[in-house]
């Protein structure tokens, strides 16, 4: 819950109500002050139990990993562009790696209703 909505929800609950019905009228300052502190340190206490944090060494380690599955896949889109005829592509511009994929299976599909047209088989 946010510092936000917990305020909010405290606003508006029968107990910060007096009898004119103005909000945190019995509430003093301070004491809204530590229930303010209260709710933000909860907060940060759940973010930091939330996931333990990782050393430098094995993120830096984690982030090459990502880099380089990154940088083999980006390689393969582009080693399958070439495969596609230049009809497929949109004025030249390079296609997105979605668009990559779905044009491939569509060529792959043509490719394979041409061959059961002529009669050559399709295994």
């Known amino acids: 819950m946010s510092p936000a909505s917990s305020f909010d929800s405290v ?3 029968p107990e910060m109500m007096n009898i004119a019905g103005n ?5 003093s300052h ?13 907060a940060a206490n759940h973010k930091q139990t939330n996931k333990p944090k990782m050393s430098t060494k094995r ?3 984690a982030s090459e990993r990502e880099k380089m599955r990154m940088r083999n896949l980006a390689d ?3 080693h399958l562009r070439d495969y596609l005829p230049p009809d497929y592509s949109q004025r030249g511009q ?5 668009q990559t994929l779905k044009y ?14 002529n009669g050559e088989g399709f295994a």
Request: hydrophobic share 40%; proline share 4%.
């Open 59 to 61: 993120r830096m380690k």
């Open 76 to 78: 393969a889109l582009h």
């Open 104 to 117: 491939t299976i569509q060529y792959i599909n043509e490719l394979s209703d041409l061959l059961r047209k």
């Open 94 to 98: 390079p296609l997105t790696k979605i």
């Open 11 to 13: 606003c508006s609950s």
């Open 30 to 42: 301070s004491a809204f002050q530590s229930y303010n502190n209260d709710v933000v340190a909860a």
């Open 23 to 27: 909000p945190l009228s019995s509430l």
